[in-house]
């Protein structure tokens, strides 16, 4: 939708599929609904996006108005009013203050192309430290710096109040690439051209099946950027700078980081 920001609708618009309807994840958002409730009380859908596997809806159940939240089949969150509409016009307004996300929130998702591009799908980071406000024991906030580092000294910079307006999506010793992949390196793009092209890799997944080949996006790389996101997590719950043994998956010589590892599962579920 180009960048829109609002979008108006109308009875009877259905079907619409998501590249034409304004992006709603992860930001703040309002909707404002106007409807008239016939005599006998309103039952029914006023707006919804998705389905069964996720997605979100407004409604009117037995005159009440309420909110459904479905997150990919697991776990629904719905809210309703304490008031039932009486008969005749209503306006409905139902309002949602993203508060920029946790650690955890598509974490994975961005870590994970930093992950590929630094070279390190085969290995994690062998010391944590984290600088945020003191965390819950069972959940993670907000923070202010986030280092972890491998070992050959690279780093991947987490910086949760986006402190460094101007700070470089990758620096090394030769330069850094800058918003706009902007750069100081000389003749980079000469020096770009030169580089061999990666392996091919297969991209389609039903293809990867029935061949029995390594999907691009698998389970080994996959794990390694889940690991990115839970060695922050852990830091910021302890409080302290952490030591990992990339090999291991395991923290050296912290009883209390290594309990984060394997948590006990609800019943009835088990490994």
């Given at each position: 939708?180009?960048?829109?920001?609002?979008?108006?609708?109308?009875?009877?618009?259905?079907?619409?599929?998501?590249?034409?309807?304004?992006n709603?994840?992860?930001r703040?958002?309002t909707i404002?609904?106007?409807?008239e409730?016939?005599?006998?009380?309103?039952?029914?859908t006023?707006?919804?996006?998705?389905?069964?596997?996720?997605?979100?809806?407004l409604?009117?159940?037995?005159g009440?108005p309420?909110?459904?939240?479905?997150?990919?089949?697991?776990?629904?969150?719905?809210?309703?009013?304490?008031?039932?509409?009486?008969?005749g016009k209503?306006?409905?307004?139902?309002e949602?203050?993203?508060d920029?996300g946790?650690?955890?929130d598509m974490?994975?998702?961005?870590?994970?192309?930093v992950?590929?591009?630094?070279?390190?799908?085969?290995?994690?980071?062998i010391?944590?430290?984290?600088?945020?406000?003191?965390?819950?024991?069972?959940?993670?906030?907000?923070?202010?710096?986030?280092?972890?580092?491998?070992?050959?000294?690279?780093e991947?910079v987490l910086?949760?109040?986006n402190?460094?307006?101007q700070?470089?999506?990758?620096?090394?010793?030769?330069?850094?690439?800058?918003?706009?992949?902007?750069?100081d390196?000389?003749d980079?793009?000469?020096?770009?051209a030169?580089?061999?092209?990666p392996?091919?890799?297969?991209?389609?997944?039903v293809?990867?099946?029935?061949?029995?080949?390594?999907?691009?996006l698998?389970?080994?790389?996959g794990?390694?950027?889940?690991?990115?996101?839970?060695?922050?997590?852990?830091?910021?719950q302890?409080?302290?700078?952490l030591?990992?043994?990339?090999?291991?998956?395991r923290?050296?010589?912290?009883?209390?980081?290594?309990?984060?590892i394997?948590?006990?599962?609800r019943?009835?579920?088990k490994?």
């Amino acid at each position: 939708m180009a960048g829109r920001t609002s979008l108006t609708l109308s009875e009877g618009m259905t079907g619409m599929l998501e590249n034409v309807f304004i992006n709603v994840k992860n930001r703040s958002k309002t909707i404002t609904a106007e409807i008239e409730v016939p005599q006998n009380g309103a039952n029914g859908t006023i707006i919804v996006q998705g389905g069964r596997f996720g997605g979100w809806s407004l409604y009117v159940k037995d005159g009440v108005p309420g909110y459904d939240y479905n997150f990919l089949g697991l776990m629904r969150s719905s809210i309703t009013s304490t008031k039932r509409l009486a008969p005749g016009k209503s306006t409905i307004r139902y309002e949602f203050a993203y508060d920029g996300g946790g650690l955890g929130d598509m974490g994975q998702h961005y870590l994970d192309p930093v992950q590929y591009l630094l070279g390190k799908d085969n290995e994690s980071p062998i010391e944590i430290e984290a600088d945020a406000p003191k965390q819950d024991l069972d959940a993670v906030g907000t923070w202010r710096v986030i280092r972890l580092k491998y070992k050959d000294g690279c780093e991947i910079v987490l910086d949760g109040e986006n402190r460094d307006k101007q700070a470089a999506f990758m620096q090394g010793p030769q330069g850094k690439i800058t918003k706009g992949l902007q750069s100081d390196i000389p003749d980079l793009e000469k020096k770009l051209a030169e580089l061999k092209d990666p392996d091919p890799q297969i991209t389609d997944f039903v293809e990867a099946v029935k061949t029995r080949k390594k999907f691009a996006l698998n389970e080994l790389n996959g794990h390694r950027s889940c690991t990115l996101v839970n060695l922050a997590k852990t830091a910021l719950q302890t409080g302290r700078v952490l030591r990992f043994d990339s090999k291991k998956q395991r923290f050296i010589d912290d009883k209390d980081a290594n309990r984060y590892i394997n948590q006990p599962m609800r019943g009835p579920w088990k490994v």
